[in-house]
């Protein structure tokens, strides 16, 4: 079985600080590993995945994203936030022979002027 | 840019309703999802689709729930006799190579079960 944590429900930053939203994963089977963000009153949208490769990935909107074994981890990063980038983030596990994406409950971003 | 789009945005019905949820999936994708997110709680699987039978399945995906590809566009979802607890924003997906791929995620459905 898989699972996600993503440790923070919500985390509030100003605009142009660094921010990162943190996720953990437990999984018996390699992992591919996604974060999804969710806009007010829209769907879900790909920010960035990991698949194979560089342990660095990155995404839109200037995010990027570390995939560390050793830690089960996937955190999620930005050097510099806008008032655009409030919204729900969203860790997400597959892999193995599943054909679903196990979620995370979500991190509430905020960014304040 | 290629789109999941569903239909309705919100739909309320009375407990023991029927329900159909619809979706349309990106046109060229083989692999069909639907998710469900109760109101503060974590994004669930429900069901994936391919070829025209279901290749998993969760817990919560029961007997009151089917899926249906009834054209070659639509994907439906539905509940049989909807309870309060069915109460979520439901969302389909759709993804072209299955298990290692990224999966697009429409709008989502707002179901509210009164």
């Known amino acids: 079985a898989q699972s996600v944590t993503q440790l923070d429900s919500q985390v509030p930053v100003f605009e142009e600080a660094p921010v990162e939203l943190r996720c953990n994963y437990s999984?018996?089977?390699?992992?591919?590993l996604f974060w999804y963000v969710q806009y007010p009153n829209q769907g879900l949208q790909l920010l960035l995945k990991y698949l194979s490769g560089s342990t660095l990935v990155k995404g839109i909107n200037g995010f990027e994203a570390e995939f560390n074994k050793s830690q089960t981890s996937f955190h999620l990063r930005k050097p510099s936030v806008h008032i655009s980038d409030t919204a729900e983030y969203f860790c997400a596990v597959g892999g193995g022979s599943n054909y679903k994406l196990t979620f995370g409950k979500g991190t509430l971003l905020t960014v304040n002027p | 840019e290629p789109e999941v789009t569903q239909t309705p945005s919100h739909q309320v019905t009375q407990m023991g309703q029927e329900v159909i949820l619809r979706c349309v999936p990106i046109?060229?994708?083989?692999?069909f999802y639907w998710y469900r997110q109760i109101l503060g709680q974590k994004v669930e699987f429900l069901v994936s689709f391919y070829n025209n039978e279901i290749s998993e399945k969760s817990e919560i995906f029961d007997d009151q729930f089917s899926v249906e590809r009834p054209d070659g566009s639509n994907f439906t979802l539905k509940i049989r006799s909807t309870k309060l607890e069915d109460s979520a924003m439901y969302f389909c997906a759709s993804s072209d190579r299955g298990r290692h791929t990224e999966a697009f995620f429409g709008q989502g459905t707002r179901l509210t079960v009164v």
């Open positions: 999984s018996s089977v390699s992992v591919y």
């Open positions: 046109s060229n994708h083989l692999y």
